[in-house]
């Protein structure tokens, strides 16, 4: 059993930044950061692999979002930078058994952190 506790969401103005925190306990092989938007199906933003340290981005948060992992705290990261209105969306982390885009692959969810881009 894995559980995962999304932190760091909030209020951003365009062109700002957010750093998401994903609390985890319990082994996985991977987490990947999801989210999803009104009226729009879930996106699968960026992934990390425990073990080997694999990466993945969407395209369209490459160069702008970074995952990290600190093993030490069991935490994984997402910092966002030049944030969009678009990027507004639930947040979710997730851990499953490969480092991919694809939510089918995750079994475990955390309950959503609420990013907002606000002009």
């Known amino acids: 059993q894995v559980q995962l506790v999304e932190s760091g969401g909030g209020f951003v103005q365009p062109g700002g930044s957010l750093r998401l925190s994903c609390a985890i306990s319990?082994?996985?092989?991977?987490i990947g950061w999801f989210r999803q938007a009104p009226g729009k199906e879930r996106e699968g933003v960026s992934t990390?692999?425990?073990?080997?340290?694999?990466?993945i981005y969407a395209d369209s948060v490459k160069g702008r979002f970074t995952i990290s992992n600190d093993n030490a705290k069991n935490t994984v990261y997402l910092q966002m930078n030049s944030l969009e209105p678009e990027d507004t969306a639930v947040y979710y982390c997730?851990?499953?058994?490969?480092?991919?885009?694809?939510?089918?692959?995750?079994?475990?969810w955390g309950q959503g952190t609420q990013v907002t881009g606000s002009s």
């Open positions: 997730a851990a499953g058994a490969r480092a991919t885009l694809m939510s089918q692959w995750y079994d475990y």
């Open positions: 990390i692999s425990r073990s080997t340290g694999n990466i």
């Open positions: 319990g082994d996985y092989y991977a």
